[in-house]
């Protein structure tokens, strides 16, 4: 009889830990969120270390939680509420003008633009498709990191009202391609190159991961976003667009890539993504990195620094989703030495101040652009000649945001 009541409890308590279980899987608590670029487990370090009161988290928090009511203002964006019309003549299609080229002084009507690498042109902004998607992505990111650290289901509730908006709401949703981006006047009516500026979308991806215990992410609405990214991936790979992108040899392919692999992984494709990620050893950093650390590519912009930094940060992303599907890419080096490092130590000289820049760029050189990547190789590397390095830049601000997604910051300067 004994033996019974104790089974009795036993199974009892067993119902009660599972309805425990259960719970805390539906308020995301004690499970690992899926995200691809951001680290899963420091997330989740310092969700708690916020609930605890951790006073070396508690800047960057404020600052966070300070973006993230900010964000809560903010209106729907869509596609649809730009003044211009795409030639396909729907306005659910993305359109944006190419920012490097201006009216050809040559011609009465200033057609064909042509090219003035580096100078932007005013006229872009008259297209307001690249912005609307730039504050989704910020807005939705700040979000869904607030109601993940915090718990709060109003942050869930608005990241997922916007994501509605922009994807999956018949009225304002865009269209799935990049089919008239970075239209040249006189030129074309859309570029490969225009695939650049969706490159924060895998932010979005990780943002997705972070709303799903919230419960303002329906199953209907995580279907959806799946259907919708998983049509946008099969555009980018069979239309002519996204196959002259893929082609490109500097950053243009290093962010098509990231893309490619992140929105794989996102719906299921992971074979896919693990290709990309092991083509990208030869394809990116062996073919854009000399032995010497040099990115030719970027060096022949007018905005050399720039954009060495921007190629570098894409190829830190890439090895970052690496790291979700098993593909190591910082590590991997070519027997002559090029490597995702070797290209960080070319640049390094530079933003420490013990070598001048020798190489085109518009407006002065920011060293200081670098520095999140340095700290990113840091906590990689782990060796003395990165931790030396770290050393010599300047205290990481205890309101950056990087305090919170990245290495450990009670140890050592965080990466960003």
């Keep these: ?135 989704l992505e910020s807005s939705v990111e700040t979000l869904a990191l607030a109601y993940y650290f915090k718990g709060d289901e109003a942050y869930a509730a608005k990241a997922v009202s916007l994501l509605r908006a922009f994807f999956l709401d018949p009225a304002t949703r865009m269209n799935p391609n990049l089919q008239y981006a970075q239209f040249i006047p006189g030129v074309n009516t859309g570029r490969g190159i225009g695939l650049i500026e969706t490159r924060g979308l895998p932010n979005v991806i990780d943002a997705i991961g972070l709303l799903a215990g919230s419960k303002a992410l329906t199953e209907n609405d995580r279907r959806g976003l799946q259907d919708w990214f998983g049509k946008f991936l ?108 070797k290209a960080l130590d070319f640049l390094t000289p530079v933003a420490l101040g013990e070598q001048k820049w020798q190489y085109p760029e518009i407006g002065a050189v920011k060293p200081e652009t670098l520095f999140p990547l340095m700290r990113r190789a840091a906590a990689v590397y782990r060796d003395k000649q990165y931790q030396a390095m770290m050393t010599k830049l300047p205290d990481l601000d205890s309101a950056d945001r990087g305090r919170l997604l990245r290495a450990d910051f009670t140890t050592r300067q965080a990466r960003q």
């Design 1 to 135: 009889m004994k033996n019974k009541s104790k089974s009795l409890v036993a199974i009892l308590l067993l119902a009660i830990a599972s309805a425990a279980n259960s719970e805390e899987q539906k308020a995301g608590v004690g499970t690992s969120p899926r995200v691809f670029l951001l680290d899963a487990r420091r997330l989740q370090i310092t969700r708690q270390r916020i609930h605890d009161g951790d006073k070396n988290a508690s800047p960057a928090w404020a600052r966070l939680e300070r973006d993230a009511q900010k964000a809560m203002s903010s209106a729907p964006f869509s596609v649809i509420t730009k003044g211009a019309i795409p030639p396909s003549g729907d306005k659910h299609d993305y359109m944006s003008q190419a920012p490097y080229f201006w009216p050809n002084p040559k011609s009465p009507n200033g057609l064909p633009y042509i090219s003035r690498d580096g100078e932007r042109n005013p006229e872009i902004n008259q297209i307001t498709d690249h912005h609307s998607l730039d504050q």
């Design 234 to 341: 099969q555009w980018m790979l069979d239309s002519q667009n996204g196959r002259d992108e893929a082609a490109r040899k500097n950053n243009h392919g290093s962010y098509y890539d990231l893309q490619v692999a992140s929105f794989a992984l996102f719906v299921g494709k992971k074979d896919l993504a693990t290709r990309v990620l092991e083509d990208a050893r030869g394809k990116r950093i062996a073919s854009q990195v000399e032995p010497d650390g040099r990115q030719p590519l970027e060096l022949a912009r007018t905005k050399a620094w720039s954009y060495s930094n921007m190629n570098l940060e894409g190829l830190m992303l890439l090895a970052s989703l690496g790291d979700s599907a098993g593909v190591d890419l910082w590590n991997f080096q070519t027997s002559d030495g090029r490597s995702i490092r």
